[in-house]
């Protein structure tokens, strides 16, 4: 595409829905001097595995690594919150220039025997990568004297991107799992993979899964435990929601336990019947899942559909650009914004590889920008372009929105209030709605000049 204000080098990583017939680049490193909207490796392993919430996190390196990443998600914990708190060994210079293992092996004994965890978790950051301590070591001599799981996460923040923190994650979650016995597991169960309970999405979805007659063995990681964790090979199937961060671990439960897994979304009304049906066929020899599943859907559809039609009357006609971490999440989102009558005109993502993006090409309409790994120069520039009403992002999209004068939802991991399942559906609505209505908006100086 041709753009003057682009960097030549990012021109590939763009492109318009039928203008553009290229394969769009992405999968790279950040382009330098691009101020990439992605996180580092560590933060990337941090926001997978924070929601496990009876054990300790504990990063390894100066202490801005744990304030940055302090109680990141909106994650909720129907019990224990230690989860909550943010450890770090907090090295300086003495440490950078002399090591830092001696005050690891002090933080975790500490912090052992202070809470009394079902496991800890050692982050590595940037400057364990350069001073090299022998993390795993350590992890090791500490789980042996204290007889729980203490678990190195291999998360230097510059030896990769985001994506590479969501394999380091995967990767310690592998090494609790297959850990206890698995007796007494029903055979109609799963494990809820990529699920991060923002705002108590993960015990709607649970509650789905109970009505119709499935066991949920674990959740990864939102509302985690780690006792669940180590029997999630036990479960019959792994559903994936957030793809992006724990594919890696599905394929590898596939590997060693033979537990085939199911994408699925829980964002929209279209995505979240289709999940649960394609769950319940997976347990075809016992067709009163299905039966149970349609009933569940028709009752949740209907018992809203009223109060869903005045959002859809406000809302009709409107544009949204959306920026998320994930690909497969605009998925849903571009299906749900259409059920609600509005137009995606920009779609992008920090992290989707080329068949999430061949999707994205095939769900929008023509004209829609895609965009790989943008930055906010690019982002801006889109929206105003495209006349955008809405900007649907995470924490670090807000200011841009606010800044062009447009509505804006969080999508990511600060929302308050729940997104997910057929009561996340109509929360996102009336959500986008107060937005985009909001009084505030005859009071800035548009830049975009949408519809309103
Ligand atoms: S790990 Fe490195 S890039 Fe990440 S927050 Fe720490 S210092 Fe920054």
Redesign the pocket.
Known sequence: MENRALLKERENHILIKESDQTQISCEKPTLAGAVSQR?????GSRVVLYPIADAVHL?H??V??AA??WDIRGSLSSGPELHRLSFSTDLSEQEVIHGGEKKLTAALNKLITTYRPKAAFV?????IGIIGDDVDAICKKISNVYGIPVIPVD????QGTKKDGYAAACNALFKIIGTEPVTNIPVCSINILGEFNLAGEAWIIKEYYQKIGITIVSTLTGDGRIDEISRAHGASLNIVQCSGSMMQLAKLMKEKYGTPFLRVSYFGIEDVALSLYNVADFFSDYPEIKENAKKLVYEEITSRSKELDLYKKKLAGKKAAIYVGEAFKAFSLIKSLRSLGMKVVLAGSQTGNTEDYETLRELCDPGTIIIDDANPAELSRFIIEKEADLFIGGVKERPMAMKLGIGFCDHNHERQIPLAGFEGNLNFAKEIASSLCSPVWRFTKKQSGGTK
């Not at 996180?39 to 933060?43: D, T, Y």
């Not at 982050?123 to 400057?127: A, E, V």
């Not at 998360?155 to 510059?158: E, H, L, Q």
């Open positions: 996180a580092c490796v560590f933060c990063v390196g100066p801005g690594c940055y990443t982050y590595s950051t940037c400057i998360s230097v923040g510059f």
